[in-house]
């Protein structure tokens, strides 16, 4: 059972009365509003702004972008895009 009914979508998370940033966002209705348009949400891609995330985290694991197109630790530009190794963003 959610731990939190915000807005229509429903939040788990035993730590979201600290995350005041979610809040800030309003990303319940966020998430209400890409429940309602029936996207599936691993089709959803999400920009952190933020000087590093943990990609290792339990939350986001499974869920990371990878650069299909960069090959890791191998020093080079494969993508053409000016970022070496940008596996995961820059």
């Known amino acids: 059972a959610p731990l939190r ?8 998370d035993e730590y979201w009365s600290s995350m005041w940033d979610q809040q800030y966002l309003n990303m319940p209705e966020a998430w209400t509003q890409l ?11 999400i920009a952190v702004i933020d ?26 530009d494969d993508d053409g895009n000016g970022y070496i190794d940008d596996v995961h963003g820059w």
């Open 51 to 76: 000087t590093g995330v943990q990609i290792d985290h339990p939350d986001l694991v499974n869920n990371i972008w990878t650069n299909p197109n960069e090959i890791a630790d191998n020093g080079i």
């Open 5 to 12: 009914q915000a807005g229509q979508a429903e939040v788990d």
């Open 35 to 45: 429940s309602s348009i029936n996207k599936d949400p691993s089709e959803v891609l």
